[in-house]
């Protein structure tokens, strides 16, 4: 899952990037309003955490643009501690929702967490998909109660895999959405990827669509796993 952090505090900038980066997901960063908005139109983010007070274009002003572009990425809002205002103004210029400075980032990871899966149609922590099992919360896979250790980008793909499920999804999608800008991207190495997530898994639940990329599904008869 990738996810653009539009905050100028440099300090909690960093902070927030480096606990998201090691939560698994790809950062990338914005630290004022105009680079956030055209980043958020440009890239394909599975999150966006936008602080509202941020220079040259306010987070409000940004959050309107996007949503008038029609851009559906959810949006986790920063704002200053007792402003309701801030909070009204931020949820009706649709944001989906906010977190309080000062946060506790467990609290940060979890609403993010949520976002991203209820915006992909899942509505519990754990994503299920025939015998495999993940926890979101804790980036851990099983299958059929057996655990299976995949590393941080092995993870992050399957992961994003597992949220679209029963979608076609191409090596570029997956590129993008498992690595940051500033990453020497190659699609190539997708397909290595997938062969190792699939030979740790054991099982056939990542079907190759000739041509288009990939398709995560069920096996048929999910007791002919072993
Ligand atoms: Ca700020």
Redesign the pocket.
């Known amino acids: 899952m990738r996810v653009l952090l539009a ?3 440099p300090d ?1 900038a960093q902070q927030v990037a480096e606990v998201l980066e090691q939560s698994g997901y790809a950062v990338d960063r914005a630290p004022d309003g105009e680079e956030a908005r055209f980043l958020g139109e440009t890239e394909p983010y599975d999150a966006i955490i936008l ?5 040259v274009v306010d ?1 409000i002003s940004v959050l309107r643009a996007w949503r008038e572009a029609e851009l559906k990425t959810p949006v986790l809002i ?1 704002t200053a501690r007792d402003s309701w205002s801030e909070k009204v103004a931020g949820l009706d210029a649709g944001a989906d929702d906010y977190v309080t400075k000062p946060f506790e980032m467990e609290e940060l990871l979890a609403r993010l967490r949520a976002l991203i899966r209820r915006a992909a149609g899942h509505v519990s922590a754990e994503i299920i998909c025939g015998p495999v099992r993940l926890d979101t919360r804790n980036a851990r896979v099983w299958v059929a109660g057996e655990p299976v250790r995949l590393t941080a980008l092995e993870f992050k793909l399957f992961s994003y895999l597992m949220h679209h499920q029963g979608e076609v999804i191409s090596r570029t999608e997956l590129t993008e959405h498992i690595y940051d800008q500033d990453f020497d991207r190659d699609s190539n190495t997708i397909e290595v990827f997938v062969n190792r997530i699939r030979k740790k898994l054991g099982i056939e639940i990542i079907h190759t669509v000739r041509g288009l990329g990939y398709r995560l599904e069920a096996p048929e008869d999910a007791s002919a796993s072993g």
């Open positions: 905050e100028d505090d909690l602080d509202l007070g941020l220079p987070g920063l």
